[in-house]
């Protein structure tokens, strides 16, 4: 079985830095496109960044530009999302997903995705 299993989530204060990690099992991440997205209370579930494992392409929304990396350890088969000076605005539940065959391009396209992590919450309060 396929899967995707995120960690590292929490509650920080505005300012903090977590680093949440996307752990697959089941299949390698060569050649992979790796998605991060974040769904806030009351809100549709957009894009954060997405990561080509074949090229080390990266692509991040703007509202995280400057904030959020997103790296991949192959021994550990993990890509990483390291969260820097984070605002109340990004308290949301923080999915990863991956693909075999998306292109680069496409990579916001939440309908390509082939396999999709439970979520990890993020919290950031005062």
């Known amino acids: 079985q396929v899967q995707l299993v995120e960690s590292g989530g929490g509650l920080v204060q505005p300012g903090g830095s977590l680093r949440l990690s996307c752990a697959a099992s089941g299949y390698t991440l060569d050649y992979y496109v790796i998605g991060w997205f974040r769904q806030a209370p009351g809100k549709e579930r957009e894009g954060v960044s997405c990561f080509s494992t074949s090229d080390g392409n990266a692509y991040y929304v703007d509202s995280v530009k400057g904030r959020f990396t997103i790296s991949r350890d192959k021994a550990e088969n993990t890509v990483y999302l390291p969260m820097n000076s984070l605002k109340p605005e990004d308290t949301a539940v923080y999915y990863c997903?991956?693909?075999?065959?998306?292109?680069?391009?496409?990579?916001?396209?939440?309908?390509?995705?082939?396999?999709w992590g439970q979520g990890t919450q993020v919290t950031v309060s005062s």
């Open positions: 997903a991956a693909s075999r065959l998306l292109e680069f391009s496409l990579c916001f396209f939440q309908s390509e995705y082939d396999w």
